[in-house]
T-cell receptor, first 114, second 112 residues
């Protein structure tokens, strides 16, 4: 079956702009999580959605937001982009919200802010 | 909350050498433990997992045993190949839900 699909794969944006990233989870998976990966900070949790509800949120400013649709697809939005937002953004889907359930990751969206 | 500490890299090895990457954790209860691998330009792939104490996860020649007494989950492979060159992450759930906390990653470079 198809894996986690993230679009687009690459983005270049200018400071001050906003961006929307998309994630389609594995069919049947209702939990979607987002992570930011940077060389300096490593992998950091952004937020988790289950059945269109945000269940957990990481320590990121309000410029970072997300949502989940009824078909489990998720989007994250970053407004007023800063240079430091340049990163690989990874989406992960899981079958359930049980903490022992493995997460499956997409290939990521590489965002470059200039 | 739960946390994980992973040995820093890079680790440079010759083909067919033995690989071990240390990972220790702090956790409430006994959550599942995971190793993920990231190949250049790619996202993360689940390499293996263990769900309870003394459980051994294995995949693609890699193994890791969930050690409760030493709170460790070290990754090992007996004979590495050039294709194993990647960054390896140890991870466990932060708390309830699917929020994972990751180690800093260990870059492994295998030379022919």
């Amino acid at each position: 079956k198809a894996g986690v699909t993230q679009t687009p794969r690459y983005l270049i944006k200018t400071r001050g702009q906003q961006v929307t990233l998309s994630c389609s989870p594995i069919s049947g998976h209702r939990s979607v999580s987002w992570y930011q990966q940077t060389p300096g900070q490593g992998l950091q949790f952004l937020f988790e959605y289950f059945s269109e509800t945000q269940r957990n949120k990481g320590n990121f400013p309000g410029r970072f937001s997300g949502r989940q649709f009824s078909n489990s697809r998720s989007e994250m939005n970053v407004s007023t982009l800063e240079l430091g937002d340049s990163a690989l953004y990874l989406c992960a889907s899981s079958l359930a919200t049980d903490m022992n359930t493995e997460a499956f990751f997409g290939q990521g969206t590489r965002l470059t802010v200039v | 909350g739960n946390s994980v500490t992973q040995m820093e890299g890079p680790v440079t090895l010759s083909e067919e050498a033995f690989l071990t990457i240390n990972c220790t954790y702090t956790a409430t209860g006994y959550p599942s433990l995971f190793w993920y691998v990231q190949y250049p330009g790619e996202g993360l792939q689940l390499l293996l997992k263990a769900t309870k104490a003394d459980d051994k996860g294995s995949n693609k020649g890699f193994e890791a045993t969930y050690r409760k007494e030493t709170t460790s989950f070290h990754l090992e492979k007996g004979s590495v190949q050039v294709s194993d060159s990647a960054v390896y992450f140890c991870a466990l759930p932060k708390a309830a839900g699917n929020k994972l906390t990751f180690g800093g990653g260990t870059r492994v470079l295998v030379k022919p």
